[in-house]
C-alpha cells in the first residue's frame, strides 16, 4: 500500500521558520528530573517511531547466502547485546526481554517491571543526533500532556547525555495497517467502530492544541491481539503542541506521503485540519482495502492529491454516504472540530456505537 513507512521531511524554503520543540537538554549528572513524573501503572502501545532501514537480500538468487549472514543472531545474544547499551538506571528497575521494533534513530524493547512483573515497552532514542533529539522532544512534549484510553500512555522517562529512555505502556494487537492487509477490506460496522476510536482520540488531542501529522494505520495500534481491542494511537514524532494563546497556524513541511493534505505539500500555513484529511484517507482504505492516492512517483502523487482524483469502486452503501458527506473525503476537509462532533453524531445514528 505505498510507501507508507517513508515519512516526508525537506527543506522548508528559507523564509519559513520551523516549528520544532526545543531540543532535550543534556544530562548533567543529576537524577533522572522525570522519574516520578507520571506513577500510575497501565497497559497500551508502543513503536518505533522512525523508518526501519531496508534489509538486505541476497544478492545471487539460488545460491546460499553466507555462513555468518544465514545464521541468524541467538535470542540471548541479541537481548544480552541490547541490555547491555541500556543505563544502569533502567536495567535497575527492568528486565530487557526483547527487541519488538527499531527505527532510523530509535529502539523499542520489551521489558518487565522487576517488582511488579507488569509487561512494558521502552523506547531508546539515540538523542546525539539532531533528528533524534527533534523526534524525542516531539514526542514528549506531546505524551507528557495527555491520558486518554485511546492514546499511548507514557510511564516514565530516564535521560543521559546521549540516550533518553521513554517507559511506554505495550500493546500486543499489532498495527491497522496488518489488519487491513490480512482483511482486505473492513465492514461498515467494523470500520466505523474503529473510526470512532481514532475520533475520540484526535478530537482529545485537538482541544489540547495538539497536531499529530503522521495519522496513517501504521501509527493505530491494537491494545490486544482479540477482536474487541481497542486502537491507541501512537509515534508523536511529528507531532505539533502548541501551548493556549500559540498562533494555531503550522510551517512545518512533513509527513507520510500519501497521506499529506494539499496545503501542507503547497506549503501553506495549515491547522489541525491536516488531521482530518488523513483520517479520510484511512476511511477510504478501511472502506476499500486500497489507497485513493497511490503513485511509487512523488511527483505524480502529489499531482494526484492536489488534485483530489481518486476513484471509489467498492459498493455504494449509507456508511459511505455520510463519510463522504460529512467530511468531505477525502478532498477538503476544512471544518475540524464540528466536523469531528458531526461524525460522531452521524455514526452513533447509524450503528449506535
Known amino acids: 500500500m505505498g510507501c507508507g513507512t517513508s515519512k516526508v521531511l525537506p527543506e522548508p524554503p528559507k523564509d519559513v521558520q520551523l516549528d520544532l520543540v526545543k531540543k532535550v537538554e543534556p544530562y548533567t549528572g543529576h537524577s533522572d528530573i522525570y522519574k516520578h513524573f507520571i506513577k500510575d501503572d497501565g497497559g497500551a502501545v508502543i513503536k518505533a517511531g522512525s523508518p526501519s532501514p531496508p534489509r538486505h537480500t541476497n544478492p545471487f538468487p539460488g545460491n546460499p547466502l553466507p555462513a555468518q549472514a544465514a545464521q541468524p543472531e541467538p535470542r540471548k545474544n541479541k537481548v544480552a547485546k541490547y541490555r547491555a547499551k541500556f543505563d544502569p538506571r533502567v536495567t535497575a528497575k527492568y528486565d530487557i526481554k526483547a ?8 529502539r523499542v ?12 515497552a521502552i523506547k531508546m532514542i539515540e538523542t546525539k543526533y539532531r533528528e533524534g533529539r527533534e523526534v524525542c522532544e516531539s514526542e514528549l512534549s506531546v505524551l507528557r500532556r495527555v491520558r486518554h484510553t485511546n492514546i499511548i500512555q507514557l510511564i516514565e522517562v530516564f535521560e543521559t547525555q546521549d540516550r533518553v529512555y521513554m517507559v511506554m505502556e505495550l500493546a500486543t494487537g499489532g498495527e491497522l495497517f496488518d489488519r487491513i492487509i490480512a482483511k482486505g477490506s473492513f465492514t461498515e460496522r467494523d470500520a466505523t467502530r474503529v ?4 475520533l475520540d482520540g484526535v478530537r482529545y488531542l485537538h482541544t489540547l492544541g495538539i497536531t499529530h501529522r503522521d495519522l496513517k494505520p501504521e501509527n493505530l495500534l491494537y491494545y490486544h491481539p482479540g477482536t474487541d481491542s481497542k486502537i491507541m494511537i501512537t509515534d508523536f514524532g511529528l507531532a505539533s503542541a502548541r501551548k ?10 512533513c509527513g507520510t506521503p500519501e497521506y499529506i493534505a494539499p496545503e501542507i ?3 501553506k500555513p495549515y491547522t489541525n485540519s491536516v488531521d482530518m484529511w488523513a483520517l479520510g484517507v484511512i476511511s477510504y482504505i478501511l472502506l476499500s482495502g486500497t489507497m485513493p492516492f497511490e503513485d511509487d512517483n512523488r511527483t505524480r502523487l502529489y ?3 492536489l488534485k483530489g482524483k481518486y476513484s471509489y469502486s467498492g459498493e455504494a452503501s449509507q456508511a459511505w454516504g455520510i463519510l463522504n458527506a460529512t467530511l468531505k473525503l477525502p478532498f477538503y476537509w476544512r471544518a475540524g472540530f464540528d466536523n469531528l462532533k458531526l461524525l460522531d453524531e452521524n455514526l452513533k445514528t447509524l450503528y449506535g456505537i
Open 99 to 106: 527487541l519488538i521494533g527499531r527505527g532510523s534513530f530509535s
Open 109 to 120: 524493547v520489551r521489558v518487565e517491571h522487576k517488582a511488579t512483573k507488569q509487561p512494558y
Open 195 to 198: 473510526l470512532q476510536m481514532v
Open 244 to 253: 493556549k494563546g500559540d498562533d494555531c497556524l503550522m510551517k512545518t513541511t
Open 265 to 267: 505539500l503547497v506549503r
Open 303 to 305: 499531482r494526484q492529491i
